[in-house]
């Protein structure tokens, strides 16, 4: 595959960077993954075990293979796979029940009576794809590792999501430094069935078309104070929409109900009100819990203010997704 890799295209009168005009075009935004797995970093639960290692290349394989419309290959997950999920996915009910977002709650038995989620089960993409696509229109696609933000939220806009299809290394189910198939199924795959949390993610990825490496910059970080870290109020308390929380049975918890520890004094985060314009602009880190949580008043309400944000981008054009033909069209085109 030919990669886009920096290269621009001219769009009234203007040069902004490549981006897909059509679905089959996403073949080209994952032949850049920055981490093809094959590498993995010496602080990885799995970098001396040599049968994980394999196992990624197995699952990489497939991922690198496969082209835009075909359908997502079945995988045979190994016990200690399966193992490992349902120990995930065991420890996050009663976490489910207590701190998750009504949205989530209402989609997960449906994900358990049609895809196969369950906790002797690693549930199939592709299953979970076809309900996504019933629901919104959202398709999962298998993706190596990790895409750079422009790749990735670029999908989006076609309401496509890029899942991983690995699992963590098994002597450390609740730990993942990387996105695994259980971020991504437990995390990610039900709140895309949700129509709110649908458009509010495509309108990220619509809007990052085409976007100067600020505005990517700016968009990936409401994409992770929200998609990522997001809360919302629910019957007047905080509950976690957000799939880094809703996959993680030790942040969840305290981002929705900390508890402040009998000597600490800075171990409660701080909340603010959702709005985009203020999140663009926060750091975050990456490998600890977040200090800071931005609480939407409702999914409805996340959608909205996102819309204002994007309208509120400085781009030469203005992308719009048809759905039937899969396509971008730009107004105000040369
Ligand atoms: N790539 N495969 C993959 N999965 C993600 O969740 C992901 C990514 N690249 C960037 C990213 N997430 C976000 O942190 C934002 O930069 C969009
Ligand atoms: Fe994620």
């Not at 970093?41 to 293979?65: C, M, W």
């Not at 701190?99 to 979970?128: H, M, R, T, W």
């Not at 696509?133 to 999501?161: H, I, M, Q």
Request: contains cysteine; negative net charge.
């Amino acid at each position: 595959l030919k990669k886009h890799c920096k290269s621009m295209m001219i769009l009234n009168e203007k040069k902004v960077p490549w981006f897909p005009r059509k679905i089959q075009d996403l073949d080209m935004s994952v032949a850049q993954t920055l981490d093809a797995g094959d590498e993995l970093e010496s602080d990885h639960p799995g970098f001396h075990d040599p049968v994980y290692r394999a196992r990624r290349n197995q699952l990489t394989d497939i991922a690198f293979k496969f082209r835009q419309g075909q359908e997502i290959p079945h995988i045979d997950y190994t016990p200690d796979e399966v193992k490992t999920w349902g120990l995930v996915y065991e420890r996050m009910q009663d976490l489910w029940a207590k701190y998750a977002c009504d949205e989530f709650k209402y989609i997960l038995p449906l994900l358990e009576s049609n895809c196969g989620y369950a906790v002797d089960n690693v549930p199939q993409a592709q299953d979970i794809s076809n309900f996504l696509k019933e629901c919104t229109g959202f398709t999962l696609r298998p993706v190596t590792g990790l895409l750079s933000s422009r790749d990735f939220l670029n999908g989006l806009a076609f309401r496509v999501f890029f899942s991983t299809q690995y699992l963590r290394h098994h002597t450390k189910p609740y730990y993942t430094p990387e996105p695994d198939i259980c971020h991504e199924l437990m995390g990610h795959a039900p709140m895309f069935a949700d129509p709110a949390f649908a458009d509010f993610s495509h309108e990220i990825g619509l809007a990052s078309l085409g976007a100067s490496d600020e505005e990517i910059e700016r968009l990936a970080t409401c994409y992770w104070f929200s998609v990522e870290f997001g809360v919302c109020m629910q019957h007047g308390e905080k509950k976690a929409y957000g799939a880094g929380l809703l996959s993680s049975f030790g942040e969840l918890e305290y981002s929705c109900s900390p508890t402040r520890p009998a000597g600490g004094t800075n171990d409660v985060p701080e909340y603010r009100p959702w709005d985009p314009f203020q999140a663009c602009k926060q750091k975050y880190p990456i490998t600890t819990y977040q200090p800071v949580y931005y609480v939407a008043e409702s999914l409805h309400d996340a959608k909205e203010r996102m819309r204002i944000f994007t309208e509120e981008m400085k781009k030469p054009f203005h992308a719009r997704y048809n759905p039937l033909q899969q396509t971008i069209s730009v107004d105000r085109c040369v």
